[in-house]
């Protein structure tokens, strides 16, 4: 096993990913549709398997005509309202959701630098 693939075993990325993609952010979503508001926070997930291998289809928001910003020169004004705003959406939805259901799962308890990954890092 390489270097790479040690680190997002390690990270539990994939886990985190489903989890998501597959339930928390249609669960997010549908708080905003049970008071009739339509808020999308990510691709739609078509399709998730652990088996023979890990995968996600997802929605491709090509589609809908989203681009990544150029990095080097950030957003503007007007896209970091947006941004920040759909922030505050998400952010409030996940606080609702925890007080309706809970904690969230374990797998998101630990970041991606913990002191597992330490380890590996410093090989690098």
Not at 9 to 20: A, D, G, I, S
Not at 35 to 42: C, P
Request: aromatic letters at 8%; proline letters at 4%.
């Amino acid at each position: 096993m390489g270097m790479a693939e040690e680190m997002i075993q390690m990270m539990n990325v994939f886990p985190k990913e489903k989890e998501m993609y597959a339930d928390i952010i249609p669960a997010l979503e549908n708080l905003y549709r049970e008071k009739g508001i339509n808020v999308e926070f990510g691709p739609k997930c078509y399709k998730n398997e652990t088996r023979p291998t890990d995968s996600l289809v997802l929605e491709d928001l090509n589609d809908r005509q989203f681009r990544m910003v150029n990095r080097r020169e950030g957003l503007d004004l007007e896209h970091t309202k947006v941004v920040l705003k759909k922030l505050a959406q998400f952010h409030a939805a996940s606080a609702v959701l925890f007080e309706r259901k809970g904690p969230f799962s374990a797998v998101f308890d630990e970041g991606m630098y913990n002191v597992r990954s330490k380890a590996i890092l410093r090989r690098t």
